[in-house]
């Protein structure tokens, strides 16, 4: 898989196919929008959606985490996605998975989900704090017009750019980086997207899921 290297604000980072970011200096991954539990709460309500995206997502961890040197994931908000996700199947794979990663430091930027579903278990050791949340080079938020004391990372909008031609028409995760900010693609199963249209100034870089390209 091809990451893409940028400098942003002096700091070397990488744009990961995978719809994360990977700051190297601090062994740092930045995750927006995992949205742990969607699914369970859309089965809670009696929507028949499919079962096993909370271990998609963490094996979609698990997965980064072996390609790059990790010793701290900051989630960029909307770790859970509703009340409904404190079920208890969701929680016990959340719970194994951090067993697993005793020493890994975990830190979540709340987001609008996390408000309306509650902190999650204190069992996973997640430092929570709100936004901003700033970090050398970077202000970590959910909500991409907060403004930080540094280049914002932010989540929250799971932008999506459509590459078209002639005959076809494709949507494709994307990173929109700005002067001032930027927005991360959703890392989560089952969370969907929106078309976003790049502004004067701003970039887009789209991941295909092996590579990460600059197309705008």
Known sequence: MSACEVVINGESVLLLPQKALYWPRQQMLVIA????????????????????TTTQNLNGLDELMLLHRTTQIVFLGDFLHAR?????????AMLAWRRRHPALRLLLVR???????????????????????????FSFCHHPDIAGDAYVLAGHVHPVFLLSSR???????????????MVLPSFGAFT??????PMAGEHVYVTSGEAVHCVR
């Open 167 to 181: 005959r076809d028409r494709l949507r494709l995760p994307c990173f929109l980086a700005g002067p001032t900010r």
């Open 33 to 52: 929008d995992i949205h742990f539990g969607k699914a369970a709460a859309f089965r809670a309500q009696g929507v028949p959606v499919p079962r096993g």
């Open 111 to 137: 987001g609008n989900h996390d408000l309306r579903a509650g902190d999650p278990s204190p069992l996973l050791g997640i430092e929570m704090v709100d936004e901003p949340h700033t970090v050398g080079a």
């Open 192 to 197: 969907g997207g929106f078309v976003v249209n």
């Open 84 to 92: 409904a996700s404190h079920a208890s199947a969701t929680v016990a």
